[in-house]
């Protein structure tokens, strides 16, 4: 079995493009929660909302990620013949979503 043939990111474009459009709204947000906190006149729930705003655009991430995986790696393993540790990786990852 080749490891590095299937430990690779095979984002195709237009979900690579998708995962980086986030990402920069993100760092967007990101730069905007911190420059709320500088303000001392900001409420802090709104400064929770943007917090969760960020964990719901990371999630869409994840999920475009995720989704790319089962497709391109999870559904070839019986092929390739890595089942279980396709499976353990899975299982791993799924414990922090």
Do not use: F, W
């Not at 195709?12 to 998708?18: K, L």
């Not at 986030?22 to 906190?37: A, N, Q, T």
């Amino acid at each position: 079995m080749d490891h590095a043939a299937h430990h690779c990111l095979r984002l195709d474009a237009e979900t690579r493009e998708a995962a980086r459009r986030r990402l920069l709204s993100v760092r967007g947000h990101v730069e905007g929660i911190l420059r709320m906190l500088e303000d001392e006149s900001v409420y802090c729930v709104d400064v929770l909302k943007q917090v969760k705003a960020v964990d719901g655009a990371l999630a869409k991430v994840g999920d475009l990620v995720l989704r790319s995986h089962l497709k391109d790696h999870v559904v070839t393993a019986q092929q390739r013949g890595d089942v279980p540790e396709i499976v353990d990786e899975l299982m791993e990852v799924l414990k922090y979503r």
